[in-house]
């Protein structure tokens, strides 16, 4: 499946971003879907993962009760909305996904398919 991340931009501390999901031509509802980032001379990192069915989800400590992933199968889309975003929040962020088995994936190896990326910068 062919991903599309989207929604990044240049905000301020505080603001808040929505990031966007989708796949050309087939449906991603299928698809367990996770997030990832990589910030400038760091490794890419494990942001965000939800199932197929949106039963199952996880976000890492370090943006939890910030961001939030979530699914809507009737727009094909997955989002990760980030909230009360950080300078150290800046990084390309990517989405991955791969043929749904009912988990949340969070090692970059367990997905199939990735987007081109979206930058987010967070001014302080």
């Known amino acids: 499946v062919q991903l599309q991340a989207s929604g990044g931009g240049l905000v301020q501390a505080r603001d808040s971003l929505r990031l966007s999901c989708t796949a050309s031509g087939r449906t991603v509802s299928s698809y367990s879907v996770g997030w990832f980032r990589e910030a400038e001379g760091k490794e890419r990192e494990f942001v965000a993962a939800i199932s197929w069915n949106g039963g199952s989800t996880y976000v890492v400590d370090s943006v939890k009760g910030r961001f939030t992933i979530s699914r809507d199968t009737a727009k094909n889309a997955v989002y990760l909305e980030m909230n009360s975003l950080k300078p150290e929040d800046t990084a390309v962020y990517y989405c991955?996904?791969?043929?749904?088995?009912?988990?949340?994936?969070?090692?970059?190896?367990?997905?199939?398919?990735w987007g081109q990326g979206t930058l987010v910068t967070v001014s302080s």
């Open positions: 991955a996904a791969v043929q749904g088995d009912g988990s949340a994936h969070t090692g970059p190896l367990d997905y199939a398919s």
